[in-house]
């Protein structure tokens, strides 16, 4: 497995999620809460995370450009 591929199910799950929920604010005063639940995610699908809640947004971008294992 590389990097950033993961099953099909799990970037459809992903997909889903990152598709309903707004990029973090760069204010903390404004930010959703959304990335918690996209580090839960992320890190239950294998994946080390680092960084404020633009890191892991963009991180999920990333995961999501690769697509997913045939």
């Known amino acids: 497995m590389s990097e950033y591929k993961i099953l099909k199910s799990q ?12 990029p973090p604010a760069q204010s903390e005063l404004y930010a959703s809460g959304d990335h918690y639940l996209l580090y839960k995610m992320l890190t239950e699908m294998g994946f080390r995370l680092e960084g404020d809640a633009v890191d892991i947004y963009e991180k999920a971008g990333e995961i999501l450009a690769a697509g997913w294992e045939k």
């Open 11 to 22: 970037w459809d799950k992903l997909n889903d999620f990152y598709q309903k929920i707004q």
